[in-house]
C-alpha cells in the first residue's frame, strides 16, 4: 500500500505520518516492512537536493520544477519501489500532489505539461492520500513557533492561498483517493481517524 500526506507546511504531515507508521508497525507486527519517508530528499544522497531546493537561490519555476522530478525519480527508484514491489507499506510525506499545488497553482506552470512527465517518469500512484486542510494563517502561526522559514514558506500568505487551492481542486478531482482532514483538530484525533481510513482500504 502507497499511502501520501500532503499539505502547506505547518499542517502536521510528520507528526501524522509518524502517527500511522508507528500504528501500522504495530499492527504488522514485522510480517510488512512500513517505510516512512519524505520529499524532497527521502533518499540516500538526497539531502543536497532537498537543501538546493528549499534554499537554494532558483530564479526560474521550471528549474525548481526539474529539481523535484529528479529527486523523485531517485526517491521512487531507490526507496518506494522496493518496498512496494515487497508487499510492504510506504507513507511518503508530500509526492506528486504537492508538486501540482506548488508547481502549478503556486508558480503558474500549466498542470498538463506536469501530469505529462509525472507519466513519462511512470511514478507510481498512491493508493490513499491525505490532505490535511488548514487555514493559511494557523499554519504560519505553527511554523513560525517552529522557527525557521524555508524559500516556499517565506513566500507569503497569497503564494500559500494559492497552494491550498490547488489542493482543494485535486481532492475534489479525485474523491476516491484523496481524503481530505481537518487538520485543526488534536493529533491523536486525526490519527484515529486516518487509521480507521487505512484499515478500510487495506481490507478491499
Known amino acids: 500500500m502507497f499511502i501520501t500526506f500532503e499539505g502547506i507546511d505547518g499542517c502536521g504531515k510528520t507528526t501524522q505520518a509518524a502517527l500511522l507508521a508507528k500504528m501500522l508497525e504495530e499492527k504488522y507486527e514485522g510480517k510488512r516492512r512500513v517505510l516512512w519517508t519524505r520529499e524532497p530528499g527521502g533518499w540516500t544522497g538526497g539531502s543536497w537536493i532537498r537543501e538546493r531546493i ?5 530564479s526560474h519555476p521550471m528549474s525548481e520544477l526539474f529539481l523535484f522530478l529528479v529527486d523523485r525519480c531517485e526517491h521512487v527508484r531507490r526507496e518506494i519501489l522496493p518496498v512496494l514491489d515487497d508487499d510492504g507499506v ?80 485535486l481532492a475534489q478531482r479525485e474523491p476516491r483517493r484523496i481524503n481530505t482532514i481537518e487538520a485543526s483538530e488534536e493529533p491523536q484525533v486525526l490519527a484515529s481517524t486516518i487509521f480507521s481510513l487505512v484499515e478500510v482500504s487495506s481490507s478491499h
Not at 97 to 125: N, V
Open 90 to 169: 510506504v507513507i511518503c510525506e508530500r509526492y506528486t500532489d504537492s508538486t501540482l499545488a506548488y508547481q502549478s497553482w503556486g508558480r503558474g506552470i500549466p498542470s498538463g505539461k506536469i501530469e505529462t512527465l509525472f507519466e513519462w517518469c511512470s511514478f507510481p500512484r498512491p493508493d490513499r492520500t491525505f490532505w490535511l486542510d488548514i487555514p493559511v494563517k494557523k499554519a504560519m502561526e505553527r511554523v513560525c513557533l517552529r522557527g525557521g522559514r524555508d524559500r516556499f514558506e517565506a513566500a507569503g500568505y497569497t503564494f500559500l492561498e494559492r497552494v491550498r487551492s490547488g489542493f482543494s481542486y
Open 54 to 58: 528549499l534554499e537554494g537561490n532558483l
